[in-house]
């Protein structure tokens, strides 16, 4: 059994309108946020080994806070530039190379195609990923290079402001 999260990276900031997109940052909700959203998973008893994310600087932000809260070593962050506005089908492109030593993987993307995809994969559906909102699938393999065929169940989903 694998468990997988996607994650749509925390509120980024605007405040430099000539910026290019790419490089936003986080704002200082979004840097409250994401260490939150990894302590409340963390509560749950969700224990992530496995971090990817998208390059921009919002995603890698978010995915490092993540990652401190797992003891995960900067150096173990799998960094893939095709997940920045990534389509669904860059999502699965990313999950057939994670290495079946991960477990429970977390992917840190952006909107829309976060929402497409995770819209495609169980039942449950989510109209808009609000930011730093994980929505978590278990996958019933025990290998990443079936993802494809393999059986998925909507586990949970939270964010910021749903309590």
């Not at 699965?92 to 995770?118: E, R, S, Y």
């Not at 730093?132 to 910021?160: G, H, R």
Request: net charge positive.
């Amino acid at each position: 059994m694998k468990e997988l999260l996607l994650v749509r990276h925390a509120k980024s900031s605007w405040a430099n309108p000539g910026q290019d997109d790419f490089d936003r940052p986080l704002n200082e909700r979004g840097q409250k946020d994401a260490p939150m959203m990894a302590q409340r998973l963390i509560q749950r008893g969700v224990s992530i080994n496995g971090i990817i994310t998208s390059t921009a600087l919002r995603a890698i932000t978010t995915a490092r806070f993540f990652a401190i809260e797992n003891s995960i070593a900067e150096k173990d962050i799998i960094k893939h530039e095709f997940l920045y506005h990534a389509p669904p089908e860059r999502f699965v492109k990313a999950i057939l190379q994670i290495p079946d030593t991960i477990t429970t993987a977390a992917i840190f993307a952006h909107n829309p195609g976060i929402t497409d995809f995770v819209n495609q994969l169980s039942e449950a559906r989510i109209d808009d990923m609000p930011t730093c909102c994980v929505f978590a699938i278990k996958i019933n393999t025990d290998s990443w290079k079936d993802f494809s065929k393999a059986k998925k169940e909507f586990w949970f989903a939270d964010w910021p402001k749903r309590l």
